[in-house]
């Protein structure tokens, strides 16, 4: 048998490690299959007359987008709400977070904060207690397996009242279900300052606060910099992506000043056909940015889930075994679990280091 190359090894090391997830999108775990299944349930035609014809449906929209990644944020959303319609009842949602969570666990995953994007729901005529009912009795049903937070995300692509409604809604559900809110969907024209009173609100009511600052959107520097410094009442506790800081001296200065951490999804660089992502984070990690890895929407991207999201990053900035390990203590470090659950990925990572050294 041919010696492992080291790559073999770092890969195994990843695969093996206990390892969080603090960028993915709980619609965005939904596979074909489930699709497939939930859609049968109700009744819901979909166009095509097999699951594995819907599942090679995934596969041409992955090959869609890496052909061109010029739109690929607005194409990628328009599959992803599209795919998310078969989500009807408490019981689809409870479906939909406990195959993730199972997943997660199979993987090494050992703690996640999954956005969930309760306007995409509503919007289509179901109620939000079927939304955070199902996600909760998830939580709950997986803890001892799974650790998991969500965190509310409001569409930047609607207007800010809609947030303020959303947030008014989901607010009994605050620090049970999720312990932070953020914004994701279209970028184009919604800085984060669009979102300033609600990052308040939910900061006075003891919530965390972030902001998807997606690869090469437009205004991208001045959105990362309205995340660091300006909006929610001076800055946020989190930037999604921020990728785009690597390339820019006064905001890795400025995001280190303030410590706070960037939650990356390689894949997603990828799709977007940015080659230069790598030196990037490169540059982030040199220069003691608090950067992790996440896995954003694997089932849109390949079934590419946390592992093999560190893998590609391993790969494209030159990652050692340490600063492998570094990711999952940023995870650690920048996470929003409670301090007890902190200690023990803590002393697992440290045993697992151990082990494997040993
Ligand atoms: N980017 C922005 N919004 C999103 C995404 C994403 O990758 N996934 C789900 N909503
Ligand atoms: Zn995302």
């Known amino acids: 048998m041919a010696n492992a190359t080291a790559d073999d090894k770092l890969s195994s090391f990843i695969t093996a490690m206990p390892k969080l997830d603090l960028h993915v999108h709980i619609e965005g775990t939904l596979t074909p299959e489930l699709r497939w299944d939930l859609a049968t349930k109700h009744r819901i035609p979909l166009p095509f007359s097999t699951a594995s014809a819907l599942r090679a449906s995934y596969n041409h929209l992955y090959a869609t987008l890496r052909a061109d990644g010029s739109n690929a944020l607005p194409v990628f959303l ?135 600052c997606d690869v090469n959107q437009v205004n991208g520097h001045a959105h990362i910099s309205q995340a660091v410094s300006e909006v929610g009442g001076g800055g946020l506790d989190r930037i999604d992506h921020g990728v785009n800081a690597g390339e820019s001296p006064e905001l890795i200065a400025a995001i280190r000043a303030r410590g706070l951490g960037l939650t990356l999804c390689p894949q997603a660089y ?37 592992a093999e999201n560190m893998v590609l990053a391993a790969e494209a900035c030159k990652l050692d075994t340490d600063e492998v390990v570094l990711l999952v203590r940023n995870a650690i470090d ?25």
């Open 78 to 212: 328009s599959h992803y709400y599209g795919g998310m319609d078969v989500l009807r009842d408490e019981a689809d949602f409870y479906a939909l977070a406990t195959h993730f969570l199972r997943a997660c666990a199979a993987a090494h995953v050992r703690y996640v904060e999954p956005f969930f994007d309760v306007q995409a729901h509503t919007r289509r005529g179901v109620p939000a207690a079927a939304v955070l009912d199902g996600l909760l009795r998830a939580k709950r049903d997986m803890a001892s397996s799974v650790g998991c937070n969500f965190v509310l995300c409001f569409l930047r692509d609607e207007p800010a009242a809609a947030a303020d409604a959303a947030y008014a809604v989901c607010a009994p559900y605050a620090h049970r279900l999720f312990v932070g809110v953020g914004i994701d969907s279209d970028e184009r024209g919604n800085p984060p300052a669009k979102f300033d009173d609600v990052f308040r609100r939910a900061r006075a009511d003891g919530l965390k606060v972030t902001a998807h």
């Open 270 to 306: 990828v799709i977007a056909k940015e080659a230069r992502w790598g030196q990037w984070v490169r540059a982030l990690v040199d220069e003691g940015v608090k950067v992790t890895i996440g896995s954003d929407d694997p089932a849109y991207m390949h079934g590419m889930g946390t």
């Open 334 to 358: 920048i996470c929003w679990a409670d301090a007890d659950v902190k200690k023990n990925l803590e002393s697992e990572l440290d045993k697992f280091v151990k082990e494997w050294e040993g």
